[in-house]
């Protein structure tokens, strides 16, 4: 027997190796095994089993050294999936199975951590004669039928010696044992009972089920995202506040009662206490009682380790996470849920570049599971899918308990600013609404998409705007820390007194734009009362403050909650009745096709997050472009009269989803070079992909922020219909094209932005 061994560093190709007699029956598909490379000893993973050397390579192979654990890690579904991500997405083999499998699962020393047990022995006869410090830790050690020494230790108060008495009296034993890292250990979790479905959830679950009942051949996955879906896959499409998450877990019950389990992906994003919270009190009591598995970017490499493998054994039968959960090793799967499916934060910006929703309807399709993509406004991919016939539609019109869509007013800032001294940074209404729910114990948030204080430091004399030396933005003013910042790459500055100018040194410099710390600043001025507080990445520094500060805000500890996106999606605060935003425009103008989309989403998600209890929300809109479809869509609320117009628009000049996008971007200091390879690399292209009638490619162009971290980069565009037509050309051209030193390039397929 020949193994096909697919090694941990990028190499770009597999090596064959010979199966020892000692090893054969636990080198199977997806084993991790340690191999000879050179004079080195390797780790990998088996990819592909062999009767015999292939006859034109006749040679002697060096023998596997060691299989590492028990089984393998690498399930043939995984398996399958990491090699049409490969391929699709351009990237080496072993760099996609780092990511399909962690690096806290990868390590060939096991990584589960030991702690000392105590467990009670079974008593022959009345017991010894104890002190009575002795006799309460062995009341508590019997209660508990055993506990860690460290926990028996803190809850008593008792030293180490007086346990070991214990054991010298033959009571107990004290032993290493593993212990698993629960990353919600010592949360307690208040279990709920399914609630009543209106008309519109109960469609909806009823065709989910009887697709769940579907015992048919799965109709297995394509080569292109979305295509072989019909049947399996579902786009929920409800309104903010419509009960999309009650369909989810009445669901995901049907789903375990099958005997199936489930994945459920929420955008890093939103993955909240509150989030988590909600799966966990259904199904961690009672008869429902499933263990639930997390897993996300905030873990420890420990309690990553442990969670993958409560999944891989089959003891976790319910994961929820992030993007890279989609790859968690869940057998049978029956479900998976991808909520908030239009969020960019399931596109991943390192290789491999997969977008998690898609990567789920392929896997979820292949393993004949069913795939639920929900949103309050879902991308047009997605949407132009369900209205294709592709993926089957699924309408939730109304919010449950017939709970009002809060009302939207547009405020123009350009009127605002003939009235008084400049933009101000609120508008006389939403003053006025702030001071009303103040003033009625009512609750309010503040959305503003950009952190900081201010967006750029001016001279108004000679026109100096202080830049980042690294990249082509301007410095972000950070008030508290008096420094300037790049939001690009990180670096910092203190922040001038005067202009640093040559030969200016004006000290009325100023600093233009508007960020949260300015918010905050302004708001304490106008309400010098309110307990205001603000959630951005600046504020947040530790994990377990956006916990604290949430819980704050729904126990009513908070007035006015100011944020950045991490607050525009995902809460649910009954007492919250006025959302602001305070400039809409930000990401409206973006040289991006997925602008005005992108501006539509977050305008109706923040906007969802007020009127959730029994009083009528309010929402004030302010904007330079108060008439732009974008806006006004938002303010009615209509997704079906925004995607008409968007994809029209994406039609006439071939953007998705009427195609799909390669981006190849190079990147060099040399700023000549960079271009001049940019150029030959299109040339290149071209003449490869002449037999594809419908490609379109456009540029080389400098990408819009041309120069990060000191590195130049020049873009290059394909457009087609069939990108698993491209991806082959690409894939080959990565392979042969002989970049110049210094310049490297990258393809990003399906790319979420063009910045």
Known sequence: MIARVTLDFALGKDFDYAVPPELTGRVVLGARVKVPFGSRQVLGSVTGLLEAVPAAEGRRLKPILQVLGQRSLLTPGL?????WLAAYYVCPLEVVLKTVLPEAVRREQAGWRERLFVRPLPADGPLPKLTRRQLELWHLIEERQGLPLQELLRLTGATADTVRRLEDKGLVEIAPRISERDPLAGEQFLPTEPLPLNEGQARALAQIVAALDDTGPPPGGGTEPGEPAAGRVFLLHGVTGSGKTEVYLQALEACLARGRGAIVLVPEIALTPQTIERFKARFSHGPRRTLVAVLHSHLSAGERHDEWHKIRDGRARIVIGARSAVFAPVEPLGLVIVDEEHEHTYKQEEAPRYQARDVAVWRGCREG??????????????????????????????????????????????????????????????????????????????????RGYATALQCPRCGYVAGCPRCSVALTYHRPEQQLRCHFCGHAEPAPAVCPAPGCGNPGIRYAGLGTQRVEEVLRRLFPHARIERMDSDRLTRKEEYRRILGEFRAGRIDILVGTQMIAKGLHFPNVTLVGIIYADLSLHLPDFRAAERTFQLLTQVSGRAGRGEVEGEVVVQTFTPFHPAIQCARRHDFASFYEEEVEFRRQLHYPPWSRIALVTLRGRNEDKVRFTAEHLRRELAARTRELADLILCGPAPAPVTRVETFYRYQLMARTRHMSRLSPHLAELLAHFQSPEGVTLSVDVDPAQLL
Not at 79 to 83: E, N
Not at 414 to 443: C, D, K, M, N, Y
């Open 79 to 83: 398996l399958a999936l990491a090699r």
């Open 369 to 450: 599971a069913v795939v639920v993509l929900g949103s309050a406004t879902p991308s047009l991919e997605s949407y132009f899918n369900a209205r294709r016939g592709k993926y089957t539609l699924l309408e939730l019109p109304e919010r449950v308990d017939h709970q009002k869509l809060p009302l939207v007013r547009v405020v123009d800032l350009r009127q605002e600013a003939r009235q008084g001294q400049g933009v101000p940074v609120f508008s006389r209404r939403l003053r006025e609404a702030i001071a009303t729910r103040l003033e009625r114990r009512e609750q309010t948030i503040l959305f503003l998409n950009r």
